[in-house]
């Protein structure tokens, strides 16, 4: 390990209190940044793998202290949720970038055009490191956003400058201290701060800006990269339709779903907002619901496997949700097992609730939930689901359960969002060799594996001519003639 650079101690345990961080820190690191990339503007490959076996190390040794500080982040996370949706995902993008990074550097051969091909010209692509991106982290996620956007960044040979958010503050200030221990400055740096930092972060001319979290901030991000004409990538969220389909069986339809949903209490960019029941198997799937969620968690309030929400912001959030929907007239059903009172309780746990038929007025219809809520809307035809998909903004992601190739391809061909899973909820994202990203307003740009690396790279069309110089040996160069003047009508042609 490298020794440790300097960094913004964050010693107080509240968000609120995270404090800014001044311009001139950031517009030096950058500096240091760009001056190191242009000594080096094209890592070799060994030092890319070195970088990202840093990475992987990282993980893996300080793994514990990890899941400590994302607990006391949350206030409620096992270990368990933090170890598989944070590390493990996170160590299988950098071990699949390893596997691959070496035919990823290769020049790609494209095709020269006739007649310059037979006389030995060659077109090629050089994929050429950015320089120094900046990476804009959420809070749901800390860790894996970090490390799957690092496993992009460094393999394609770029320096990065990361701002995670400042509502895990635990987690932020462990990962500074950990990579200034793995990593100069001039490769990778953590900076901590407030959302002040946030903003003057994203003001800053990166040769590439990615940025995970809201629309509404997503849109404040672009707008502050327009000025230096930064390229921003934008994995942003939406609300996720489910449909289920009347040929798929209601049981493991129930048990995906919901194990899917309590996932980080909902609290997953991906998590499904809203889901299209058959009208006549509602009631039956709302039961079901219930009997997944008892065997997963028997209890809430006092379950180490049940997240927390993050902060009493987004615990107030919810529950005014729910409120609004009640006070419209919607069924909202609990399901936790135990029907303990929660609203007033300290641990910020808000049980899974089922909101049946809400309306288009209800905020639940109208905000990304993201959080322990998830509505079911009863449907007779799977077209009328479609056309609801289609009049609203596009979706990060879209899940079906159906066998039914035909309904598959339906579904697939007339409606449009970031990514897809079939018969499963949020699988695509661990899939490396998928692309990842939005799409309209649920985001720009794709992440992961392949794409990922062109993301960050500099695609630089090289062209080498042959070995005749063709205009002047076929008569193309003035002054022109007869022979030119009838060679030229004959190229312009249908």
């Known amino acids: 390990m490298l020794a440790s650079a300097e960094v913004v101690p964050i010693e107080s345990k509240s968000p609120q209190s995270v404090y800014p961080v001044p311009t001139e820190k950031l517009t030096a690191l950058l500096n240091k940044q760009r001056l190191a990339h242009s000594a080096i503007p094209y890592p070799d490959y060994e030092t890319r793998i070195k970088r990202l076996d840093r990475c992987i190390d990282l993980l893996v040794t300080h793994q514990d202290e990890i899941c400590e500080a994302v607990n006391r982040d949350f206030g409620c996370r096992s270990a368990h949720v933090t170890r598989m949706s944070d590390l493990f995902v996170s160590l299988q993008s950098l071990k699949f970038t390893k ?137 942003l969220g939406g609300k996720s339709p489910v449909i289920i389909a009347d040929d798929y069986d209601l049981d493991d339809a129930a048990d995906k779903l919901m194990a899917a949903k309590a996932m980080n209490a909902g609290q997953i960019c991906i998590s499904p907002d809203f889901c299209f029941v058959p009208e006549s198997s509602l009631d039956v799937f709302v039961d079901k619901c219930r009997q997944v969620i008892c065997k997963l968690y028997p209890t809430v309030q006092d379950n180490p496997d049940f997240v927390s929400v993050i902060n009493e912001r987004h615990f107030d959030r919810i529950n005014r949700y729910l409120d609004d929907a009640k006070s419209k007239g919607a069924r909202v059903i609990s399901l ?64 079906l359960f159906s066998n039914s190739k035909a309904v598959q391809r339906k579904l697939i061909n007339n409606t449009m969002a970031g990514a897809m899973t079939i018969n499963d909820i949020a699988v695509h994202y661990a899939c490396d060799d998928l692309p990842f990203g939005g799409v309209g307003k649920s985001g720009m740009g794709q992440i992961h594996g392949w794409e990922g690396f062109k993301t960050f790279s500099h695609a630089k069309s090289v062209f080498k001519q042959g070995f005749l110089n063709l205009p002047k040996v076929s008569g193309m160069l003035p002054p022109y003639g007869d022979k030119f003047d009838k060679l030229s009508r004959g190229l312009v042609k249908k």
């Open 336 to 399: 936790d097992p135990t029907q303990t009172e929660w609203a007033h309780t300290s641990g910020q746990k808000i049980p899974l609730h089922l909101v049946i038929n809400p309306s288009e007025d209800m905020l639940v219809m109208q905000e990304e939930l993201f959080g322990p809520i998830l509505c079911l809307r009863s449907y007779k035809a799977f077209e009328d689901c479609i056309a609801d998909i289609n009049n609203r903004p596009n979706p990060l992601a879209l899940y």
């Open 99 to 235: 596997k691959r990074l070496k035919q990823w550097m290769k020049v790609e051969r494209r095709s020269a055009p006739f007649p310059m091909n037979l006389i030995g010209a060659r077109s090629e692509i050089h994929y050429q490191p950015k320089g120094v991106i900046g990476i804009m982290t959420p809070w749901n996620v800390p860790v894996n956003p970090i490390f799957s956007q690092l496993a992009d960044v460094l393999a394609a040979g770029n320096r990065a400058m990361i701002k995670p958010s400042e509502f895990t503050p635990h987690t932020s200030e462990l990962l500074e201290k950990l990579i200034s221990e793995y990593f100069f400055d001039e490769e990778v740096v953590v900076i901590n701060g407030d959302a002040e930092t946030g903003a003057v972060f994203s003001q800053l001319p990166f040769d590439h800006l990615i940025f995970t979290g809201s629309t509404a901030i997503g849109a404040k991000v672009m707008a502050s990269a327009a000025a230096n004409l930064t390229p921003v990538t934008l994995e």
